[in-house]
T-cell receptor
C-alpha cells in the first residue's frame, strides 16, 4: 500500500533562517506531488505541484521554492523565512490529475 | 478566488443524529471531492462524485451533486463522537484539473 511521510511534524524557526521540509511517498511510482499551506481555520492554498522529476509549477508568488530531486521526493525550501511563512504545511500525492489526493500529517511551522 | 464554499461554517449535533453539510461552487466541474481533517492532522479523502453522477454512498456517508444548482451535500448518518472533525469540499475544474478547496466546516458531535 502507498504511504506518505512528511517531516518534521513541528518546527520553530527565527525570521531570516532557511527552511527545508521533506516529503516522500512509498508504494507508487510517478505520483503527482503537491505542497499546500493551511492558515488557522482556513482552507488549503496550493503552493506548488509536480507531475514529474524536475517539473515544478508554482501557484503563488512567494519566497518559497520546491524541488523534486527524485521520483517520490518533494522538498519545500526557503532561503530566508518571513513571519508570514508561519502555518501548517501539507504534502500530498495523487495518481493523476483530478484523482483523490492523499495527505501527509503536516508540518506546523512557527516563525519567531 | 474560492471555488467551493461550505455551509454552515460550524455544526454541532448530538451523537446519533444526522449531519448535513453543503458545498456550493461557481464554475463547471469535472468532479467534486469531500475530505475530512482531524485537528492537527492531514486531510483524508472520503468520497469523489463525478459531474455526471447525482448520488454516491460510502458506509454512513451519502453525497449528492446537483450540477444545475452548482451544489453538493455530504450527509453523515448516525453520527458518532469520532466524526468530530473539519470537512472540506474540493472541486476539480478545467483542463489542468486542479483541486480547489473550500474553507471547511467544523463538525462537533456531542457524546
Amino acid at each position: 500500500s502507498q504511504t506518505i511521510h512528511q517531516w518534521p511534524a513541528t518546527l520553530v524557526q527565527p525570521v531570516g533562517s532557511p527552511l527545508s521540509l521533506e516529503c516522500t511517498v512509498e508504494g507508487t511510482s510517478n505520483p503527482n506531488l503537491y505542497w499546500y499551506r493551511q492558515a488557522a481555520g482556513r482552507g488549503l492554498q496550493l503552493l506548488f505541484y509536480s507531475v514529474g522529476i524536475g517539473q515544478i509549477s508554482s501557484e503563488v508568488p512567494q519566497n518559497l521554492s520546491a524541488s523534486r530531486p527524485q521520483d517520490r521526493q518533494f522538498i519545500l525550501s526557503s532561503k530566508k523565512l518571513l513571519l508570514s511563512d508561519s502555518g501548517f504545511y501539507l504534502c500530498a500525492w495523487s495518481s493523476g490529475v483530478s484523482k483523490p489526493q492523499h495527505f501527509g500529517d503536516g508540518t506546523r511551522l512557527s516563525i519567531l | 478566488s474560492q471555488q467551493g464554499e461550505e455551509d454552515p461554517q460550524a455544526l454541532s449535533i448530538q451523537e446519533g443524529e444526522n449531519a448535513t453539510m453543503n458545498c456550493s461552487y461557481k464554475t463547471s466541474i469535472n468532479n467534486l471531492q469531500w475530505y475530512r481533517q482531524n485537528s492537527g492532522r492531514g486531510l483524508v479523502h472520503l468520497i469523489l462524485i463525478r459531474s455526471n453522477e447525482r448520488e454516491k454512498h460510502s458506509g454512513r456517508l451519502r453525497v449528492t451533486l446537483d450540477t444545475s444548482k452548482k451544489s453538493s451535500s455530504l450527509l453523515i448518518t448516525a453520527s458518532r463522537a469520532a466524526d468530530t472533525a473539519s470537512y472540506f469540499c474540493a472541486t476539480v475544474t478545467g483542463a489542468n484539473s486542479k483541486l480547489t478547496f473550500g474553507k471547511g466546516i467544523t463538525l462537533s458531535v456531542r457524546p
